[in-house]
């Protein structure tokens, strides 16, 4: 089921038929039931008393957020976690995922202890061994895959807060291939478009000031549907403070259940609609002229390119009248500088995703928002000087993902990689072969980006696959060895430094001993190391960074950060434009890049893409009959790491397929008919039917499945084959710029199941 | 016309007040109060949850909107009416409606009654369950596990008896109030506002 849509009133009726009969009989009569005056003067005693238990202070690994949380221990065992107030990712809330972190941590499905593989790959046959063999199992295996084909034959991909160990034990052995998927597979596009233009990325902790805002555009970013709290919490302030709020995407989702306009946009039409609103904003002098004199450049190039981009011709584009077009691009000027445009979080799109986010990135400067309550806040670093860590020599080798200069991808961040890149590699065994993998906590097989039964093909180049995690994910399932991570209500991690509008630290403690055979990331990568005599790259473990935080902390801040779980910074400015202060732009250019000349040349080479101006190019699009698969988050779930929570499970536990009513007609389908999809390029048929959810709420031509279902992992008895997995149905496309994968231009045919 | 309905002298009367436009479907508030109050791990047992209500708008467009529910513990408590044992009651200080585990014999007559679905029949416990405004938190300081956890700060809880409560203020405040089926003449204490800061 989706969401509620059980009667407990229907389930009483199966359950409960006598007592109702029963009931009949007695309603309003006196009873011989009755309770005595004793009873009666006892009864709800037992509601008085609350025992609270040890409190421990954390934060949350339900997802990339990690939210402040307060953990309360009974006994031993950990009845409830409370978000933290002081801590600005939430101030004291947790979402349905982040309060049901105890039932990850309580699941006996979880891995138990280090496991190798007896069975074929896939099988879920595993021998359960100890650390060391493990640890030696590693070593036999890929040492000699070292030697062959030297040490950039590893490719590790990372996902989590253990992130730092996995990383030095790759660049320990001496590979640069280390990924990290939230680029490729998510924010690279947007991240790219905004280092371009402002010179620094938006960031996992965005920057929109929502909450004092007077008007958003959100473009297909669903801050009430893809939760993280503190930015639900000001998407929520801004518009209870009468925010407008126009929200640009083909899916209602529930992210426009207050927008002032809802422009339900055809698909892979986002740049078509900001250029037209840019078009009007410098057609109609409404730019904001004292910050783009001051510091933007490239206004005179935009000028000349934009008058092409009329509103009624990014009508015909997007599907928008091109009255509401101006409308729009008025009420935002109205109101500037106190307002943002809001790219897409996951901008894995259609393949023009840099180009779409340089064009909301223009129209956010031309408001001059930058700085300013409202629109985009300055992010500040903790103000303190860290002792600097001792990191290996990078490595020498090539990146096998067409990272780096003078590569296909120049401008993609060798720190982040491109995850679909070394999936590419590993499959075509260029330009070198890929031999190893080793997974910390992300599962390819859910964010396959070069098609799933191509991953099945890459896993099955590979001579080893290493996999740390706390659970067996359908990739895990595919590993050779498993090293059983703790979850992090039982583990200690590395202090958690973070740049932000109120830059913090927060600790991690455990608040309960391991309750399997499990350790820490560090512990693991550590004990791996110690078998290439690598070790001493892992001197202090995150208990003892914990304690290291006291010489740079004085006493008073170390005794705040003990009690409180935060410390926070607070004597920094986020908004120093609205306080006179200069700003500094980390481009070439120094300024805000209109028009970013760094580009030029790469035009020249490469095309249009990579043009300095936005330049708008049609989306591919379906054949008659097809459909585009479009897909995004639920509020009750984190990516695909949570199908198998049982109380996630509750909320929503199946993916029907959206298909609007003009389209069910044609194909003669009706609401909560059974379905399937067939992938139109590769002829994959979903393995089971969904029910199908006919809506306005989707736009004609494209269907739409939630993320992150149809787990394979037989391992997850509640989860197993849950819903579909909507990598079978997306495209395989690469953002040329950023090189992050493109997800929508995959399309399907809908068959009767 | 007073919005507060107050048929029984209570010392407190503790209500929820609901900012409806700030509820986002996030459903954090089923999860916090399933987890502390060990309600059992199946779909047809919880104490509050959120609906999702599809509609459309006078053009054909369609609309959605979120409904959180809970008890109401409602002044007239038909629940109470029918209990055959006392087992259901509604106290006289703060007008909270509980269920006593010990005195329930578990005919249902009570979930039959409401006209909310707010109650469950707990097979473990063999009693029927429903929300207690999460008394034994509220006894000890706290805020009720629904109201500490919401992420947009919709949900509310005070005692209206309290001027200067926080939910006292927002009835004051609100553009427009009302209640799950007043028509049943059950005098409900979860309110739903509108309000225009």
Same mark, same amino acid.
């Given at each position: 089921m989706g969401r509620h849509n059980i009667s407990r009133r229907g389930f009483l009726k199966l359950a409960g038929a006598s007592s109702v009969a029963i009931t009949a009989g007695i309603t309003g009569l006196p009873s011989p039931l009755k309770a005595s005056a004793a009873q009666e003067a006892t009864r709800g005693a037992r509601f008085l008393k609350y025992d609270r238990g040890v409190k421990t202070h954390n934060f949350c690994e339900m997802c990339f957020w990690n939210c402040g949380v307060d953990t309360y221990t009974r006994n031993g065992v950990i009845h409830k976690l409370e978000g933290n107030k002081l801590n600005p990712n939430n101030r004291g809330h947790l979402c349905a995922k982040g309060n049901a972190g105890i039932q990850s941590t309580y699941d006996a499905d979880r891995i138990q202890s280090p496991l190798i593989r007896t069975g074929k790959r896939g099988e879920g046959k595993f021998k359960k061994v100890s650390w060391e063999e493990a640890y030696k199992y590693v070593y036999e295996k890929l040492n000699p895959l070292v030697d062959e084909?030297?040490?950039?034959?590893l490719a590790t991909f990372m996902h989590g807060t253990g992130e730092p160990y996995p990383h030095m034990l790759t660049m320990a052995i001496g590979s640069p291939n280390i990924t990290i998927p939230a680029y490729s597979q998510c924010m690279g596009s947007r991240e790219m478009a905004w280092a371009l233009t402002f010179g620094t990325g938006v960031s996992g902790h965005e920057t929109f000031d929502m909450a004092n805002s007077k008007h958003m555009i959100l473009f297909g970013r669903n801050m009430a549907g893809a939760v993280q709290v503190r930015e639900a919490e000001d998407f929520a302030e801004g518009l209870a403070r009468g925010a407008r709020l126009t929200y640009v995407d083909p899916r209602q989702s529930e992210s426009a259940v207050r927008a002032t306009d809802w422009l339900q946009i055809n698909p892979g039409t986002d740049m078509a609609l900001a250029l037209g609103f840019i078009h009007v904003i410098i057609r109609d002098n409404l730019a904001n002229m004292d910050f783009v004199r001051k510091y933007c450049y490239g206004y005179n190039e935009l000028t000349k390119h934009i008058k092409q981009y009329s509103p009624k011709w990014a009508s015909k584009k997007c599907g928008i009248d091109a009255k509401t077009i101006e409308k729009i691009a008025w009420e935002f000027a109205k109101d500037a500088p106190n307002v943002v445009a809001i790219p897409p979080r996951r901008m894995t799109r259609y393949g023009n995703d840099t180009q779409t986010v340089r064009a909301i990135a223009i129209l956010n400067a031309l408001m001059g928002n930058w700085g300013v309550p409202g629109g985009i806040f300055v992010r500040n670093k903790v103000p303190l000087d860290f002792p600097k860590e001792d990191m290996p020599d990078a490595p020498d080798a090539r990146r096998a993902?067409?990272?780096?200069?003078?590569? &296909?991808?120049?401008?993609?961040p060798t720190t982040l990689g491109r995850t679909n890149g070394i999936y590419e590699a590993t499959l075509t065994k260029k330009p070198y072969p890929i031999k190893a993998w080793l997974l910390y906590?992300?599962?390819?097989?859910?964010?396959s980006s070069i098609g799933v039964n191509n991953l099945y093909k890459a896993i099955d180049n590979l001579e080893l696959l290493i996999a740390i995690d706390t659970q067996f994910s359908d990739t895990v399932m595919y590993a050779d060895v498993i090293f059983p991570e703790s979850t992090y209500l039982e583990r200690y991690d590395a202090p958690y430094i973070q740049k932000d509008k109120t830059p913090f630290i927060a600790l991690r403690k455990p608040a309960i001993k391991p309750l399997y055979d499990t350790k820490g990331c560090f512990e693991i990568c550590k004990g791996i190391a110690k078998e290439f005599e690598?070790?001493?790259?892992?001197? &202090?473990s995150p208990k003892e960074m914990q304690e290291e935080l006291s010489q740079v902390l004085n006493k008073e801040q170390m005794e705040t950060l003990e009690k409180d779980g935060v410390l926070l910074f607070?004597?920094?400015?986020?908004?120093p434009n609205a306080s006179g202060a200069a700003l500094n732009f980390s481009t070439s250019t120094s300024k805000v890049q209109l028009y970013v000349k760094d580009l030029e040349d790469m035009q020249k080479k490469h095309g249009d893409e990579f043009s300095p101006l936005p330049i708008y190019k049609d989306p591919a699009m379906p054949k008659a009959g097809e459909f585009r698969t479009l897909f995004g988050r639920t509020p009750h779930h984190s990516h695909a790491r949570s199908q198998n929570n049982w109380v996630l499970l509750e909320l929503q536990d199946d993916t029907p397929v959206w298909m609007n009513p003009e389209d069910a007609k044609k194909m003669g389908f009706k609401d909560g008919d059974m379905v399937s999809l067939v992938n139109a390029k590769t002829g994959h048929k979903s393995d089971h039917s969904e029910r199908l959810k006919v809506t306005k709420r989707i736009k004609s031509g494209s269907i739409f499945i939630h993320h992150g279902f149809g787990h394979t992992t037989k391992a997850w008895t509640r989860g197993y084959e849950k819903g579909t997995k909507e990598n079978w149905f997306i495209s395989d496309g690469v953002d040329p710029l950023s090189g992050a994968a493109a997800f929508h231009n995959g399309f399907v045919k809908v068959v009767k199941a | 016309m007073s919005l507060i309905q107050n048929n029984i002298k209570k010392e407190k009367n503790l209500a929820m007040v609901i900012v409806g436009d700030r509820c986002i479907g996030c459903d954090a508030c089923y999860v916090s109060c399933k987890t502390d109050w060990d309600v059992p791990a199946m779909k047809e047992a919880f104490r509050t949850k959120v609906f999702e209500v599809e509609g459309e708008d006078v053009n054909g467009n369609p609309t959605i909107g979120f409904l959180p529910t809970l008890c109401n513990h409602c002044d007239n408590a038909p629940c109470v009416d029918v209990c055959p044992t006392g087992a259901s009651f509604k106290r006289d200080e703060d007008g909270i409606v509980l269920v006593e585990p010990d005195m329930c014999i578990g005919c249902k007559a009570c979930m039959v009654a409401c006209p909310y679905d707010a109650r469950y029949y707990n097979e473990e416990e063999q009693t029927v369950d429903k929300c207690t405004f999460c008394l034994p938190r509220i006894s000890n300081g706290l805020d009720p596990a629904c109201v500490s956890t919401c992420v947009g700060e919709s949900r509310n809880f005070g005692d209206l008896n309290d001027k200067e409560s926080n939910v006292s203020k927002m009835l004051k405040d609100a553009t427009s109030v009302f209640k799950l089926k007043e028509d049943e003449g059950t005098s409900p204490n979860v309110y739903y506002v509108t309000l225009n800061y």
């Open positions: 084909f030297g040490p950039e034959t993902d067409g990272v780096g200069e003078g590569e &296909k991808y120049p401008l993609a906590g992300t599962n390819p097989l859910s964010h690598l070790d001493d790259w892992f001197e &202090k607070e004597d920094v400015d986020p908004y | -």
